[in-house]
C-alpha cells in the first residue's frame, strides 16, 4: 500500500493485515515504493493525490512492468473524473470516506486476490 499520509498508511496496513495469509507492505513514499514492487507484489493499492506524482502515474507504472497485478486506488480525492479514470484503465476505486472505508477496502483486496 502506498500512500503520503503515514497514519493513514499504517491503519489500513493493520485493517489488511488481518486477511489470511496476507503479509502487507506499506510505504508512504511512491517512488520507493514503485521501486519495491515486483513480480511477487499481488496486489497494489495506491492513495490518488501524492507530492510529485498520483496514483494515476502508479498505475501506469503497475500496467506497463506488471500488467497482471491488480491496482486499486483508495482514496479520498474529489476530483471529478478519477473513479471514472482509474476504471478505464482496468484499477478498482475505493472511497476513503465514510466509517465503512476500510472495511470496503478490505473486502475489493480479499476479492482481487481471490480472483
Known amino acids: 500500500m502506498v500512500d503520503d499520509d503515514p497514519d ?3 491503519l489500513a496496513g493493520a485493517y489488511l493485515g ?3 495469509a496476507v ?3 506499506t510505504r508512504t513514499d511512491p517512488e520507493a515504493a514503485l521501486a ?3 513480480g511477487t507484489v499481488d496486489c497494489v ?3 490518488y493525490e501524492m507530492p510529485g506524482t498520483d496514483g494515476l502515474d502508479v498505475l501506469e507504472t503497475v500496467r506497463t512492468d506488471h500488467p497482471e ?3 486499486i486506488f483508495f482514496s ?3 476530483e471529478d473524473g478519477v473513479a471514472e479514470r482509474a476504471r478505464e484503465r482496468g484499477a478498482r476505486f475505493v472511497a476513503k470516506a465514510g466509517a465503512d472505508g476500510l ?3 478490505v473486502g475489493v483486496v480479499e476479492t482481487e486476490l481471490d480472483g
Open 103 to 105: 472495511d470496503r477496502l
Open 45 to 47: 493499492v495506491t492513495d
Open 23 to 25: 503479509a502487507v507492505e
Open 36 to 38: 519495491w514492487v515486483d
Open 8 to 10: 493513514l498508511t499504517a
Open 69 to 71: 497485478t491488480p491496482v
Open 76 to 78: 479520498g480525492t474529489e
Open 18 to 20: 488481518r486477511l489470511d
